[in-house]
Nanobody
């Protein structure tokens, strides 16, 4: 059973920064994409950013230039650095690990990010 442990959510003022981290209980160096999704109240879960084993990245248009995703294959972790946060970034953020050979998704329990003055 794959376990994903998230940390780093919280309350921040607009313009502030937060850093989310996710540690996986499996070796992610091959075959696993890692990323972050978010779900705001009343909305569908949406992609925020992902990273592939070779270091490729993909971002939602709404976070480009503000968020940076990175992975450490040696530590089996993925991190999301969020800068210039906006109230519309408020959501529950979920860590995702996707097994590229089958497409199977693993999910973390979610961490709340609230951007408010």
């Amino acid at each position: 059973q794959v376990q994903l442990v998230e940390s780093g959510g919280g309350l921040v003022q607009p313009g502030g920064s937060l850093r989310l981290s996710c540690a996986a209980s499996i070796n992610i160096v091959n075959f696993y994409a890692m990323g972050w999704y978010r779900q705001a109240p009343g909305k569908q879960r949406e992609l925020v950013a992902t990273t592939t084993p070779d270091g490729g990245t993909k971002y939602a248009d709404s976070v480009k230039g503000r968020f940076t995703i990175s992975r450490d294959n040696a530590k089996n972790t993925v991190t999301l650095q969020m800068n210039s946060l906006k109230p519309e970034d408020t959501a529950v953020y979920y860590c995702n690990v996707n097994y590229l050979l089958t497409g199977y998704d693993y999910w973390g329990q979610g961490t709340q990010v609230t951007v408010s003055s």
